[in-house]
């Protein structure tokens, strides 16, 4: 069992930063691919980021290339997704999501088994 908590969400004004944060449990949490999604309202969950286990790969979503990174920090079993030139479009809900029982990043979430409750990111005009 993995439980997955996020935190760092917040309203922020467009061009504006924010940290997310991942914390996880469980003991092999380096062996899991973590990913990060979005849910807008009214909108499909999309794809954001995800790094590979032990942090070998990221891939990020055309749309935030560029603007976020993710990294991972398995001594703490934490990853981040830091955010920055943030847009109103980047309005949503933030989840992330471990994926157990395969080691490769991936940007289908049907592929991840555990998700957090998720945190509320709303950016301003």
């Known amino acids: 069992q993995v439980q997955l908590v996020e935190s760092g969400g917040g309203l922020v004004q467009a061009g504006g930063s924010l940290r997310l944060s991942c914390a996880a449990s469980g003991r092999t949490f380096s062996t899991y691919a973590i990913s990060w999604f979005r849910q807008a309202p009214g909108k499909e969950r999309e794809f954001v980021a995800t790094?590979?286990?032990?942090?070998?790969?990221?891939y990020y979503a055309d749309s935030v290339k560029g603007r976020f990174t993710i990294s991972r920090d398995d001594a703490k079993n934490t990853v981040s997704l830091q955010m920055k030139s943030l847009k109103p479009e980047d309005t949503a809900v933030y989840y992330c999501a471990a994926r157990t029982t395969a080691a490769g990043a991936s940007r289908r979430d049907y592929e991840y088994d555990y998700w957090g409750q998720g945190t509320q990111v709303t950016v301003s005009s």
């Open positions: 790094v590979s286990w032990r942090g070998y790969n990221t």
